[in-house]
């Protein structure tokens, strides 16, 4: 069942149209109904409608949605695709207007970074090299040719990326080839200079879908002028709310141009929410009314108001990601809702590091989004592969991992040779590296070298029984050589440091995981515990990942970590007053919420190695009072949540001792 508003979108053809789409207001499936309409009532044929969204997996989903609702005949040549894929379509038609040969490539992103690297001075640092790349992209992406660039430079870095610009577009054009950004900006200039070609475009594609239309940068905006031409066939559909992503490019300003290039455009504002509570509705209007609007809106909802969105303040990260983890466990046992339909959102990935030590403690299953586990990444693998061995000798995945770390020149020959005799005894690798008779068929080197490894695991073994985890962690560091490996390794001083702080850690896990247990604790069981959330089906999980790659996504339970200043808004956006932006990112995270909001903060954190103090963010003050319960300042309802999550721990040991 549509609402007015909805069916008015859907059914206005007569000239341009915006859609102001509020959050969880059902704006895809507007432009479904739209698509259809265009075919069943306007009779359009359907490959003269273009359907453009950000990425391959919105266009995906909009392609499987299109499809379902339209006729068997009518689902054949779908034009439906990303801003680059169809620049991609119009250079593969138009090549020769292009100057390239019809078998044209497009580079990805390590093909340009070698490229660049190929023609900058051999001192250009690589963190210079990518502020080059940057401002380069950056222009390409306002539709500036390389001697355009050069005129608009207005920094030495700017005139540098500008030279640097012209000889790699000399470069691509010797290599047949293409950038990602030329997609956008060839077309375009393609369009904008050629007036017939244009018009045959404009022919071909009768009437343009634009979703996300908020987050199109200036290159884009004019790709889509250039194809709806004077009359704008066109229907947008965006929400200047959800503005997130100027930091790539994005112009919500194109919301205002798009108004004065086409002075009859129409503008409908869908507002019914269909997704969060009452309550989380009120909340995020007070806190968005605080930025400036072209087009303001309201959203409302029929739904309940719901419970009061809590505010958990918190000692630091630790203390933070432990109540964080509580809560997840309550609303899990308590409420039934499942892991997968929790999330925790924050402002950047480092914030993951503190949460994913409280939910391996806690054997709340978790999937990471959009960035590196902390126990993914290479030097904690490496350990972790050691102390696996140590634990369990028949680990021949982990004796392969780390048989040659730090380098003992055991190459993969003689790890061949090592694993047929192995299994043609049936013995586990490490022991057939101390049999005799197999080290006999071996090179004396490596037969030496194996044989040194397999003491040094034995040695380490023998050490186990008497030495916590992280004592163990810091003997095998020492013993092995690793240590001495990771200062090695490539790289600058910053990244040596960061991978040695990385196992400093991996022991505070350890001993976090120690705490309340008599004696060392078990190394098979710790280690058990590490690895639990690898063995849960990664679709029932609990979702971490940061506010910017939450956009479009809806949950039961959602969670914004970091609500303090320096945090959200981000010391950057504060000393450079991009205040609005920021507003407009936790005001995403909160309209992910479907009935339970919960907002915490640290009163000090760690960072660049010195603890700082921190105050609340001034959105928790933009909240209405009336809509929030903050923890600590209601005896009675503090004293009742305190004995809901010692119920929920209760029945999750409960499960766990049945298991």
Known sequence: MLNPPQRAAIEYTEGSLLVLAGAGSGKTRVIVEKFAHLIEHLNLPVQSIAAITFTNKAAREMRLRITKRLATEHAEGLQISTFHALGLRILQIEHAQAGLKRNFSVLDTDDTLGLLKDLSPAACKPEDLQTLRTLMSRAKNAGLDPLAASEHAATPKERQAAELY?????????????????????????????????????????????????????????????????????????DDDQSIYAWRGARPENLSLLGQDYPGLRVIKLEQNYRCAGRILRAANALIAHNDHLHPKRLWSEREAGPPIRVLACRDAEHEAERIASRLLEFHTRYQVAWHEQVILYRGNYQARALEKALRL??????????????????????????????????????????????????????????????????????????????????????????????LIRQLRAHSTSLSAAQLLDEVLTRSGYEQHLIQLPGNPTQRQRRRANLVELGDWFRAMQKGTDGCGDLTQQ?????????????????????????????????????????????????????????????????????????????????????????????????????????????????????????????????????
């Open 166 to 238: 012209a000889a790699y577009q000399r470069r691509l054009a010797a290599y047949n080839a293409l950038d990602f950004d030329d997609l956008i900006r060839l077309p375009l200039q393609l369009l904008e200079n050629n007036a017939e070609l244009a018009l045959n475009w404009r022919q071909r594609l009768r009437y343009l879908l634009v979703d996300e239309y908020q987050d199109t940068n200036e290159a884009q905006y004019r790709l889509l002028k250039a194809l709806a031409g004077p009359q704008g066939a066109f229907t947008c559909v965006g």
């Open 362 to 455: 806690a054997r709340v299953p978790y999937q990471l989004s959009g960035a590196l586990s902390f126990l993914d990444r290479a030097e904690v693998k490496d350990i972790l592969g050691y102390l696996r061995l140590i634990a369990n000798p028949e680990d021949d995945a982990a004796f392969l991992r780390i048989v040659n770390l730090p380098r003992r020149e055991i190459g993969p020959g003689s790890l061949e040779k090592l694993g047929l005799a192995a299994q043609a005894r049936h013995l586990p690798m490490l022991e057939a590296s101390r049999r005799p008779e197999i080290l006999s068929q071996l090179a004396t080197r490596q037969a030496r070298a194996l044989a040194g490894f397999a003491e």
């Open 527 to 659: 280690l058990a515990l590490l690895g639990h959330t690898e063995r849960v089906d990664s679709g029932n999980a609990v979702r971490l990942m940061t506010l910017h790659a939450c956009k479009g996504l809806e949950f039961r339970c959602v969670f914004v970590v970091g609500v303090e200043e320096g945090t959200l808004p981000h010391e950057s956006a504060i000393d450079e007053g991009h205040l609005d932006e920021e507003r407009r990112l936790f005001y995403v995270g909160l309209t992910r919420a479907k009935e339970w909001l919960t907002l915490s903060y640290a009163a000090r954190v760690r960072r660049w190695g010195e603890i700082m103090n921190l105050q609340p963010s001034r959105f928790l003050q933009e909240l209405p009072v009336a809509e929030l319960h903050w923890d600590g300042r209601d005896p009675v309802i503090d004293a009742e949540a305190q004995r809901q999550t010692a119920l929920a721990h209760l029945e999750r040991l409960k499960a766990m001792l049945q298991n």
